[in-house]
């Protein structure tokens, strides 16, 4: 039985989406990428979410079986609207999967976490053979950190131990990253609150070491995984 009410004609993306005609090129191309039987990592962004549209018109044309594995609650919705099959991590393993990023250096290390699902993108990241990094030309710098902060995702009563360690780490700022559409903190899919974190310098180690800081669940540091940086 089906529920009579759904959301499908509501908007899932949150705000405008900028760079759109840049961003809906680079969907098509990672749609060309979908085979039949493909098990999908699909990550969270506005670039994740036309790609995501573009991967279900292929679906439904050329009636190919495909399970997704979505990053977010967000993402989820999506699929449900677009009627791409889910699955979990429980039950499959990836053959590929497709994120976005909020920077890109030269080295291929990437900021990622403005949606707030920097933990189910890196569990996705760490399980699938590739991902394809979905970026437009915006995104890319020449030193991370150098335009966003690192997403620090941690339990809330390790906040104040976490934001002291950070300082002592080389922190810039730490912020504790507000809501919009409600009053206090962002609450994360996992519970949890999100510090926002400025670094001068960031260094191979430094998502080993910032992970190692007790309460801190996940970084929005990505550095030395499997990517494919696909852009316009």
């Given at each position: 039985?089906?529920?009579?009410?759904?959301?499908?004609?509501?908007?899932?993306?949150?705000?405008?989406?900028?760079?759109?005609?840049?961003?809906?090129?680079?969907?098509?191309?990672?749609?060309?990428?979908?085979?039949?039987?493909?098990?999908?990592?699909?990550?969270?962004?506005?670039?994740?979410?036309?790609?995501?549209?573009?991967?279900?018109?292929?679906?439904?044309?050329?009636?190919?079986?495909?399970?997704?594995?979505?990053?977010?609650?967000?993402?989820?919705?999506?699929?449900?609207?677009?009627?791409?099959?889910?699955?979990?991590?429980?039950?499959?393993?990836?053959?590929?999967?497709?994120?976005?990023?909020?920077?890109v250096?030269?080295?291929?290390?990437?900021?990622?976490?403005?949606?707030?699902?920097?933990?189910?993108?890196?569990?996705?990241?760490?399980?699938?053979?590739?991902?394809y990094i979905?970026?437009?030309?915006s995104?890319f710098?020449?030193?991370?950190?150098?335009?966003?902060?690192?997403?620090?995702?941690?339990?809330?009563?390790?906040?104040?131990?976490?934001?002291?360690?950070?300082y002592?780490?080389?922190?810039?700022?730490?912020?504790?990253?507000?809501?919009?559409?409600?009053?206090?903190?962002?609450?994360?899919e996992?519970?949890?609150?999100?510090l926002?974190?400025?670094?001068?310098?960031?260094?191979?180690?430094?998502?080993?070491?910032?992970?190692?800081?007790?309460?801190?669940?996940?970084?929005?540091?990505?550095?030395?995984?499997n990517?494919?940086?696909?852009?316009?």
């Amino acid at each position: 039985m089906d529920w009579n009410q759904t959301i499908k004609e509501q908007n899932l993306m949150s705000g405008e989406i900028t760079n759109r005609e840049a961003k809906e090129q680079i969907a098509m191309k990672i749609a060309e990428k979908v085979q039949d039987g493909d098990v999908i990592g699909i990550g969270s962004g506005s670039t994740s979410f036309l790609a995501t549209i573009a991967i279900a018109k292929k679906i439904k044309e050329q009636n190919l079986n495909v399970l997704g594995i979505p990053a977010s609650y967000e993402i989820e919705l999506l699929c449900q609207n677009l009627g791409i099959p889910l699955t979990n991590l429980n039950h499959k393993k990836p053959n590929w999967g497709y994120d976005g990023a909020d920077e890109v250096s030269p080295q291929k290390w990437l900021i990622k976490g403005r949606g707030g699902a920097l933990f189910r993108e890196k569990l996705i990241m760490n399980s699938s053979k590739v991902t394809y990094i979905l970026v437009d030309n915006s995104k890319f710098v020449n030193n991370i950190c150098e335009k966003f902060p690192i997403p620090i995702e941690c339990i809330p009563e390790s906040l104040h131990l976490v934001k002291e360690k950070l300082y002592e780490m080389g922190a810039l700022t730490v912020e504790l990253r507000l809501a919009q559409g409600k009053d206090g903190p962002i609450i994360t899919e996992q519970g949890n609150f999100i510090l926002d974190t400025k670094f001068n310098n960031i260094e191979a180690i430094s998502e080993k070491k910032l992970k190692s800081i007790p309460g801190v669940l996940e970084t929005g540091l990505f550095i030395g995984y499997n990517i494919e940086v696909i852009t316009n």
